[in-house]
């Protein structure tokens, strides 16, 4: 699941690059890139992987610039943070799967 989440990381950056094909100004093209490396790396260096979505406010900076000026650019910004939103859900999954070896080994003594 861990590499499910990072592929739609990378997905989101390339969404965000594609952004320069519909005229949206460079500056915010810049921000969405950041915004989605920046999840990218907070959600997965972070102990608590919630703390990734602060990332979003960039996102929603570049989606209120564009919503009535390029449709193109909003519906790009939506998708880069809906990509995002699903990578960041898949670390947290991820990390409920996941149980350490040793609690294992002791569950399986008691019974």
Known sequence: MRVMANL???AAFGLATLLKTVQVPDAYVLMAMGSAVLIAC???????RLTGLVGLAGLSFVYSQQFCQNNPGAWLTLIVAGLC???VILLMVSDLDSKPKGEEIHSNEAA
């Open 8 to 10: 739609l990381f990378a």
């Open 85 to 87: 939103i699903t990578g």
């Open 42 to 48: 907070i959600s997965n260096f972070v102990w608590l």
